[in-house]
């Protein structure tokens, strides 16, 4: 399993750092993808820690973590980020609404989101 983990956390990291080249060239769309990813590739980190099991194929972050058993453990901000985070994976790979998503995807915006998401895989990495 220690391969595994140390797989996730560095094509998270990976998808991190994707993200950060996203915002500097302005490519908000996805940012907010990439977000998605590092998080998503975090929590199979996590999960294939605390199951000693292979992560399922989900790209839900809140199905991760409920099947990982350790959603309980998120903050209710942390939960609301995840929520606000899910739809993104989605809207960035089929986006039926492209210029909707462009339009609220701002440079502040994804700065946050990009804040939040080091945020978030940091607190997940001390538990790793």
């Known amino acids: 399993m220690d391969d595994t983990i140390k797989y996730w956390i560095e094509i998270s990291d990976y998808d991190l750092d ?25 929590f199979k980190a ?8 292979v992560a399922p194929f989900s790209h839900s972050l809140s199905y991760l973590a409920k099947k990982g058993e350790f959603y309980e453990e998120f903050s209710e901000e942390q939960k609301d980020f ?28 994804c700065l946050e989101l990009l804040n939040k998401t080091t945020e978030l895989q940091k607190w997940i990495k001390l538990k790793l």
């Open 18 to 42: 994707t993200a950060a080249a996203m915002l500097k060239s302005g490519r908000y769309l996805y940012v907010g993808f990439m977000c998605h990813q590092t998080i998503e590739k975090i």
């Open 46 to 53: 996590l999960f294939s820690k605390t199951k000693a099991e």
């Open 82 to 109: 995840i929520d606000m985070l899910e739809p993104l994976n989605i809207e960035a790979r089929y986006p039926s609404h492209k210029e909707k998503l462009l339009k609220s995807l701002t440079e502040e915006r």
